[in-house]
């Protein structure tokens, strides 16, 4: 069954912390994403990858980073986590073609103390 | 010109009866429009998407009906039922941009 896995449900970290958060595919997609979710709010597209070392930000990159070594994992980086960062993260990827059907992870639960 | 409007914000639905939710969108060069479903704890789902060429699609009792000339497009649930209960978001792009999503509609059907 493929999938996409984020390697940890909840964390809980203190601010100023540098947090990552793992993301790893087994589909060999090339493009890979990552929102928060918040109530109210929706998905917001932090950073996505369309291939091994490339990195393009999205709508909401203040406080992040992201890095992709290797085409199945994307990792997402908070330099120093803030409580607003408080947020459910879901890394998603996608096949070449056109960016359509990502396929979801379940989400890391992160909260900021 | 980027967003993409989504109504109601929650709804509550008896068993049986047809769900509805709504999306509206600005950017013409958007042609493709999924809807995807999220239940607690899980990420979100690919449900059922469709293209601007056809006004209607269905796969079992989900249906997206689309319009073009209003730039709306909808989600109904024939016969809902409780397992149904969910968040659902609608979305779109076109070409390789990534998708915009809507703000999601948290759906209860009730026994």
């Known amino acids: 069954d493929v999938k996409v896995t984020q390697s940890s449900r909840y964390l809980v970290k203190r601010t100023g912390e540098k947090v990552f958060l793992e993301c790893v595919q087994d589909?060999?997609?090339?493009?890979m994403f990552w929102y928060r979710q918040d109530p109210g709010l929706g998905l917001r597209l932090i950073y996505f990858?369309?291939?091994?070392?490339?990195?393009e930000k999205g709508d909401i990159p203040e406080g992040y980073s992201v890095s992709r070594e290797k085409k199945e994992r994307f990792s997402l980086i908070l330099e120093s986590a803030s409580t607003n960062q408080t947020s459910m993260y879901l890394c998603?990827?996608?096949?070449?073609?056109?960016?359509?059907?990502?396929?979801f992870g379940s989400g890391t639960r992160l909260t900021v103390v | 010109q980027q967003q993409v409007k989504q109504s109601p914000q929650s709804l509550i639905v008896q068993k049986g009866g047809i769900s509805i939710i709504n999306c509206a969108y600005e950017?013409?060069?958007?042609?493709?429009f999924p809807w995807y479903q999220q239940f607690p704890g899980k990420g979100p789902a690919l449900l059922i998407a469709?293209?601007?060429?056809?006004s209607e699609k269905k796969e079992g009792r989900f249906t997206i009906s689309f319009n073009k000339s209003a730039k709306q497009f909808s989600l109904h649930i024939m016969d809902s039922q409780p397992g149904d209960s969910a968040t659902y978001f609608c979305?779109?792009?076109?070409?390789?941009?990534?998708?915009?999503f809507g703000k999601g509609t948290m759906l209860l059907v009730s026994p």
């Open positions: 998603a990827s996608s096949t070449d073609q056109g960016m359509r059907g990502y396929t």
């Open positions: 589909m060999d997609h090339e493009n």
């Open positions: 990858s369309y291939d091994v070392k490339m990195k």
């Open positions: 950017n013409t060069a958007f042609d493709y």
């Open positions: 469709i293209r601007p060429d056809v």
């Open positions: 979305a779109a792009n076109s070409g390789y941009s990534t998708l915009t």
